[in-house]
């Protein structure tokens, strides 16, 4: 459940702060002064901390400082009648999650608070590994990695070799394999475990807004900057920053990443003046930053910097055997939230799941599995509960014509490949047969993205990214196939 804890001399702010935020399973503490406010800061642990800046006993600011000796990770929003005060951007140049001037915007503030209950979870709760279907699944306070299949017990392994090394790292894997918990278990065993870790996802944040979120800007800088803003890379000073979809930043934004790699300098938008921090960068992607370097659209020297150590994901069909495993755990995870008395698959459903490609990887599987549990009406899966592309018969090579011209393809463009020593060459190969299949899908349903997406198993947005990465657009498709009939 989370808990925000709000500080503020004026009982009706307190007030229309918990009548605004106030959602089923918050839990509010309150404090009229400083002092209790970091008492219960010490004593209830809360989630997220929204503090006035003037208070009768301290200013927020030498609150702030004391509550972030107890709790260094937790997220701390200030709220201030003067939007220029010096008090206020002191506290987010020291480490507060944001401020917020009032009278606050009330969508503002409901984000800005769902934004910093999304980070307290993912710097609090633990990415712990799940080696046995006997683990505590129905634990909230954690998140679990499961699979005990070879290609994860060697996940492990290079997990807890790079932990505790303050090196850069670059995860690489497909959408839905899990690079978010992998990236905040090498946080949690590393050296900066006790400081903040931020995430940032590339591709979900508008190009024109992205480099502002990395290295924040002064007011009036640009068009509706009407306050300064302390970028992530500020924020993480001294701790672990996650650029999910790296492969998706821009060129001139890279650049400045480069350099903040490169000596730890940065700028803000619009400023002049030159900051320093200590930030330790977990970077991933699925996309194929080799074919992204030969196509000049990312750098070349940027990717050696963030690939000091790479420890790669596997999908979903190359650990199949984890499959009951990963079944068990969110059948166990979900009883308590969907109140199902689910307990087991049926050997048919479990057949039909196996038989799956699973493109969308283990997030595809959480979702057919939640899904089948809400239509499910006993305790066991069937497979009529699970959602209908699940039990379609896939094409066996039984079924596909005799001519194997397109796999004699594939082969000569692994040996060319190999005679040019070119690197990263599985996403090399299968950069190129995705191109083939997203065009595929396509046609099969007339340029349609949301059925495109259905069918593949992946989120909208990550078809468009991957749609352009590889220089597809749905009105080439459909002429495409148009002319082919």
């Known amino acids: 459940m989370p808990k925000i804890l709000l500080i503020d001399d004026e009982p009706n702010v307190l007030y229309s702060l918990e009548k605004c935020l106030r959602e089923e399973g918050t839990e509010f503490l309150t404090a009229e002064t400083a002092t209790a406010g970091i008492e219960l800061v010490r004593e209830q642990q809360p989630d997220v901390v929204i503090c006035d800046v003037r208070l009768p006993d301290l200013s927020g600011l030498d609150a702030f400082l004391r509550m972030r000796e107890i709790e260094p990770r937790l997220p701390v929003i200030i709220i201030t009648a003067h939007a220029s005060t010096d008090v206020a951007i002191e506290a987010m140049k020291r480490g507060a999650f944001d401020y917020l001037p009032k009278p606050y915007d009330l969508d503002e503030l409901k984000q800005t608070v769902r934004n910093a209950l999304e980070l307290s979870r993912l710097s609090r709760v633990p990415a712990v590994f799940s080696q046995s279907e006997e683990d505590d699944t129905n634990d909230e306070n954690v998140d679990r990695i499961v699979g005990t299949s070879r290609p994860m017990q060697e996940v492990y392994k290079e997990i807890g070799r790079v932990a505790p090394q303050d090196v850069n790292v670059l995860i690489l894997g497909e959408s839905g394999t899990g690079k978010e918990l992998v990236a905040r278990a090498i946080f949690q065993h590393s050296g900066r475990a006790d400081r903040p870790f931020l995430a940032l996802n590339c591709a979900a944040i508008p190009e024109s807004l992205l480099e502002s979120e990395l290295f924040g800007h002064e007011k009036g800088a640009f068009t509706n900057a009407d306050r300064r803003r302390i970028g992530k890379f500020e924020q993480a000073d001294g701790g672990t920053l996650f650029l999910d979809e790296i492969g998706d930043m821009t060129l001139p934004t890279q650049a400045k990443v480069l350099r903040v790699l490169q000596d730890g300098s940065f700028e803000r938008i619009g400023s002049n003046q030159t900051l320093h921090a200590d930030v330790r960068i977990v970077a991933a992607t699925n996309r194929n930053l080799a074919a992204l370097i030969q196509e000049h659209q990312f ?158 198993g992946i989120s909208r947005t990550t078809l468009r990214s991957k749609l352009q990465s590889h220089g597809i657009t749905v009105q080439k498709t459909a002429q495409s196939d148009a002319a082919g009939r």
């Not at 039909?352 to 990887?361: I, S, V, Y």
């Not at 079924?399 to 190999?418: G, I, K, T, Y």
């Open 299 to 456: 750098r070349e020297d940027l990717f050696y910097r963030l690939n000091t150590f790479t420890i790669r994901i596997p999908a979903l069909r190359e650990r199949l055997e984890d499959l009951p495993q990963l079944m068990d755990y969110f059948i166990r995870r979900f009883n308590p939230q969907l109140k199902q008395p689910v307990t087991a698959v049926a050997p048919e459903a479990i057949a039909a799941l196996k038989a799956r490609p699973w493109p969308g990887n283990v997030r595809e599987l959480q979702s057919a599995i939640k899904y089948a549990m809400v239509r499910s009406t006993g305790s066991i899966i069937t497979a009529d509960c699970l959602p209908d592309r699940m039990t379609e018969p896939d094409v066996t090579a039984a079924e596909q014509p005799s001519d194997f011209a397109s796999l004699n393809d594939v082969r000569e463009l692994v040996r060319d490949l190999l005679q040019r020593s070119t690197m990263d060459l599985q996403n090399a190969v299968t950069s190129r047969v995705e191109m083939i299949l997203l065009e595929e899908v396509l046609n099969h349903v007339d340029g349609n993205l949301s059925r495109a997406a259905e069918t593949l």
